[in-house]
């Protein structure tokens, strides 16, 4: 006999049994009558399942619970370095922001801004009488117009072309969007760049004064610089957090959060696999392997104190309600809003049969305690004292929940350990409930840059297709037709016409083609070995297409940023604005794991999102997203391509 058999319980041999009516006919006028053919049977029966068993049938006037709390303290975003963390500033803004680059729409409204900040100065400084030479805002937009106009690169002549061919490039690639040149002819003249202006300021404010038109100005314009540079950088700032949280090869979101505990150590909470959006307790991990030297377990003595809480709260009972819930008196009728009954469910659908079950049946054998929780908590009930009407009191204990060998064992919302190299059954989940510093309803924009990852399995390659690219004036523009304008800017610069048919001998045949080639926005992701031996595991390369420019191959480049991971920007190196040459040099090789591009593709979209917080304040921040795609696809990229141009004599006669 096993050690385990309970002779008291018939463990384990133990069955649940219920008595419940099952009705036959349509008509339920009978079954609403509650006859009892046979009063002996029904005692027996009853007997049987012990219902005679005395029970009290108090009720729960009120109950006290312990409650443990601690809050998040310190943030550390992937390969990067940890911070201390306070909930005045929701969770996905410091986790999803990414650098914001700089477009024609943002500095128009940033030189407005400017403007706006010297007219109310100006103001102030006009109304204090003694001042010899008054504040003019008309003279100093001109000025500014001359010191900080919008100003257009100029694409050289064909018979000009420089040697530099990572330069016209960039010029092209600016020049080629019709929509840009456009807005840019409308502000020659009418407008300021604001970031210019930034970018003198942003280090030395009393670089200002140097703009005065008259002396007394100095101050006013110091002044000035002061608040536009904190107007900028809460506006345009890309993020609080100082390290990108993205992983560029799993194409997703990894960082960790930590807390003090009340035995003096820490709760560190891991996400490896955010992508989707909508930050919630379900993605994090219990990580219990983070060395000291994380800086996640580091948390001062006056913090600690302030975030650690243990409180005992004193709650009066209410019975749960829901929609559907079945009522407890017999002869009342329920609302027909909500028919629980109507279920359809499979025999595999588990979960909803036993969900459906516990609303029919046991609804009203559960009670509310209700206590607000804090943004960022974690929170542990120690447990909860119940004293019903007759003065009873009973000490409810935590659900053994996680995985243990009592079958009894239940848990919601339980926080999953991380189990790496570590055996499954050997971890408990912990059954703490983690609320999350995050926002409810976010504000979103339409995608600004898109890439459509899809398998070429033809090819034996990915490719990186760029659907939509900036078209830096806070918007998108069409990838393919951005990668068609461009390539004919390129033809028309040579001479070339796109739609003119290749000159052939008058006695050819066949025409061989070494090799046709794929739109500008189509970037090549190649499979390579890994570096650690593994001659099966592969990884996928960013490569490029060659261009023919010039009788020259040029490398092509993504012009998304989600796809430039390890390219050159050197600031030094800035002709004018959106013109760097060292944009078009690869400094590092970029890999992406292959397990992540599904056979059904992925994409990755990157949007402007806006929220409000709880305290009021307002935080704007770009971040990526990533969902499936639309299966696999072809560009049709062929080599050694042999066609028939015309009948040989032989094959006519």
Same mark, same amino acid.
């Given at each position: 006999?096993p ?13 649940w ?10 008509? @339920? ?23 005679? /068993? ?10 006290k619970?312990?409650?443990k ?21 929701p969770?996905? +803004?410091?986790?999803? !922001? ?23 100065l ?26 900080f106009?919008f ?51 942003? =280090? =030395? !404010? ?16 110091? =002044? ?5 540079? *904190? ?18 090869? %799993? ?6 959060v930590?807390?003090?505990? &009340? ?17 919630? $307790? ?7 392997? +983070?060395?000291?030297? !994380? ?17 005992v ?15 407890s ?30 609303a ?5 054998? $559960? ?25 009873? /009191?009973?000490?409810?204990k935590?659900?053994?929940? *996680?995985?243990?060998?009592? $079958? ?9 350990? +991380? ?28 995608p +600004? ?6 398998r ?45 048919d ?19 926005? $189509? ?9 650690? *031996?593994?001659n ?16 020259? @191959? ?23 604005p ?7 040099? %690869?400094?590092s090789?970029?890999y992406?794991n ?8 992925i994409?990755?979209? !990157? ?9 009021g ?6 971040? &990526?997203?990533?969902?499936i ?6 560009s ?18």
């Amino acid at each position: 006999m096993p050690a385990r058999f309970d002779y008291g319980t018939c463990e384990p041999f133990r069955a649940w049994n219920r008595v419940e009516p099952r009705v036959r006919k349509e008509n @339920f006028d009978r079954a609403l009558r509650c006859e009892i053919h046979d009063p002996l049977w029904m005692l027996t029966r009853q007997w049987q399942f012990g219902e005679y /068993k005395g029970e009290d049938t108090s009720s729960a006037i009120f109950a006290k619970t312990l409650l443990k709390s601690s809050k998040l303290t310190n943030f550390k975003a992937y390969k990067g370095t940890p911070q201390a963390y306070k909930d005045d500033i929701p969770l996905e +803004v410091i986790v999803e !922001s990414e650098p914001q680059k700089q477009d024609l729409r943002k500095a128009m409204q940033a030189g407005k801004r400017w403007l706006k900040i010297l007219q109310i100065l100006g103001q102030e400084y006009n109304s204090i009488p003694g001042h010899l030479n008054p504040f003019s805002l008309s003279d100093y937009r001109e000025k500014f117009i001359d010191l900080f106009p919008f100003v257009m690169p100029d694409m050289p002549a064909p018979t000009e072309i420089s040697n530099n061919h990572a330069l016209d490039i960039q010029k092209s690639k600016l020049l080629s969007n019709q929509k840009l040149l456009s807005f840019s002819a409308a502000l020659q003249g009418r407008a300021i760049d604001g970031m210019a202006i930034y970018l003198v300021v942003r =280090n =030395n !404010s009393a670089a200002a004064r140097n703009w005065r038109i008259h002396t007394e100005h100095e101050d006013l314009l110091e =002044n000035a610089a002061n608040q536009y540079k *904190g107007w900028i950088e809460n506006n345009f700032a890309s993020a609080t957090s100082l390290d990108s949280a993205w992983n560029s090869r %799993q194409l997703e979101y990894q960082f960790s959060v930590s807390a003090p505990t &009340h035995e003096g150590g820490h709760t560190v909470l891991a996400a490896d696999e955010y992508y989707h959006g909508h930050l919630d $307790w379900y993605v994090f991990d219990v990580d219990g392997n +983070v060395p000291n030297t !994380s800086g996640l377990l580091n948390t001062p003595d006056s913090v600690r104190a302030e975030v650690l809480k243990k409180k005992v709260h004193t709650f009066i009972p209410s019975p749960a309600e829901f929609g559907g819930m079945p009522n407890s008196r017999w002869w009342e009728f329920e609302d027909s809003k909500v028919d629980l009954g109507n279920i359809t469910a499979d025999t595999t659908d588990l979960a909803k049969i036993i969900l459906s079950e516990f609303a029919l049946i046991y609804g009203n054998d $559960w009670f509310v305690l209700p206590y607000p929780v804090e943004a960022g908590s974690i929170m542990e009930i120690e447990g909860i004292l119940v004293t019903d009407v007759f003065g009873q /009191k009973t000490l409810v204990k935590p659900a053994r929940q *996680g995985l243990t060998d009592d $079958w009894e064992a239940w848990g919601l919302f339980n926080l999953s350990p +991380v189990r790496k190299g570590v055996d499954l059954p050997s971890i408990k989940p912990d059954t703490r409930l983690f609320l999350p510093p995050v926002t409810n309803k976010v504000m979103e924009s339409e995608p +600004v840059e898109e890439v459509l990852f899809i398998r070429d399995e033809m090819a034996n390659m990915i490719w990186a297709v760029e659907t939509k690219i900036p078209d830096l004036l806070s918007r998108s523009q069409d990838g393919h037709i951005a990668a068609n304008e461009l390539t004919r800017l390129w033809l028309d610069l040579q001479g070339i016409d796109p739609d003119a048919d290749p000159e052939l001998a008058k006695e050819a045949v066949y025409k061989y083609t070494l090799g046709n080639t794929v739109p500008e926005n $189509w970037i090549p992701f190649i499979p390579i070995h890994k570096k650690d *031996g593994q001659n099966r595991a592969v990884r996928l390369q960013r490569a490029s297409m060659p261009r023919l420019y010039f009788k020259e @191959f040029q490398p092509v480049r993504p012009r998304t940023e989600i796809l430039r991971p390890g390219m050159k920007d050197d600031p030094g190196r800035k002709v004018s604005p959106f013109v760097n040459p060292s944009q078009e040099e %690869q400094q590092s090789p970029y890999y992406i794991n292959e397990e992540e591009i599904l056979h059904t593709g992925i994409i990755i979209k !990157s949007a402007f999102q806006r929220t409000r917080w709880y305290n009021g304040k307002t935080f704007n921040w770009y971040g &990526h997203q990533k969902l499936i795609g639309r299966g696999q696809g072809s560009s049709g990229l062929a080599y050694d391509i042999l066609e028939m141009v015309r009948k040989s004599k032989s094959a006519s006669a």
